[in-house]
T-cell receptor, first 113, second 113 residues
Framework: AQSVTQPDIHITVSEGASLELRCNYS??????LFWYVQSPGQGLQLLLK??????LVQGIKGFEAEFKRSQSSFNLRKPSVHWSDAAEYFC???????????FGTGTQLKVEL | DGGITQSPKYLFRKEGQNVTLSCEQN?????MYWYRQDPGQGLRLIYY???????QKGDIAEGYSVSREKKESFPLTVTSAQKNPTAFYLC????????????FGPGTRLTVT
């Protein structure tokens, strides 16, 4: 069965600093990978997705993620964090042929001014 | 505007009562999903439906029921058999095809006392 691990429950960064949120997945074939962001009490917004092709994908709000097959990872990065980026971030995986997403437990990002 | 609506935003019920959460989408999406979110546990799939009049159990279907009589609507009933119903419930939808990009509604917070 597929699974997703987000090892960092909480991360605090200073505004303007760079950010990397970690995501590791477990699945035999090449998965479809997603990063979502959730503000408190709100639904989830898709930041970016990887299906195939270029392993570095660009998303909204200046985020990017890199798929590394050898490490089973799909880490999310941003060069310079803004205070408005404070939120919870979820990594998710899909087997592609199926219709279900499996989510990680999330990483709560706090931004210090 | 196209999107997914969930109502109400907050719902309070007494223990032992069934309650139905609404989910409507005007995106013309075929598939719809219900997730439950608890702190520190990410999102867990309750039920999903790929076409009208058909639905499948997700990972935590016990104590829940759904119907899919119209393409636009996928209501979720939380029954009295659900042992811990207090949670944040999120509805999502996606188009047919290989992409498993799901779009989420704003969520309903259910509190049962």
């Amino acid at each position: 069965a597929q699974s997703v691990t987000q090892p960092d429950i909480h991360i605090t960064v200073s505004e303007g600093a760079s950010l990397e949120l970690r995501c590791n997945y477990s699945y035999g074939a090449t998965p479809y990978l997603f990063w979502y962001v959730q503000s408190p009490g709100q639904g989830l917004q898709l930041l970016l997705k990887y299906f195939s092709g270029d392993t570095l994908v660009q998303g909204i709000k200046g985020f990017e993620a890199e798929f590394k097959r050898s490490q089973s990872s799909f880490n999310l990065r941003k060069p310079s964090v803004h205070w408005s980026d404070a939120a919870e971030y979820f990594c998710a995986v899909s087997t592609g042929g199926g219709n279900k997403l499996t989510f990680g437990t999330g990483t709560q990002l706090k931004v210090e001014l | 505007d196209g999107g997914i609506t969930q109502s109400p935003k907050y719902l309070f019920r007494k223990e032992g009562q069934n309650v139905t959460l609404s989910c409507e989408q005007n995106l013309n999406h075929d598939a719809m999903y219900w997730y439950r979110q608890d702190p520190g546990q990410g999102l867990r799939l309750i039920y999903y439906s790929q076409i009208v009049n058909d639905f499948q159990k997700g990972d935590i279907a016990e104590g829940y029921s759904v119907s899919r009589e119209k393409k636009e609507s996928f209501p979720l009933t939380v029954t009295s058999a659900q042992k811990n119903p207090t949670a944040f419930y999120l509805c999502a939808s996606k188009t047919s095809g290989r992409s498993n990009e799901q779009y989420f509604g704003p969520g309903t917070r259910l509190t049962v006392t």
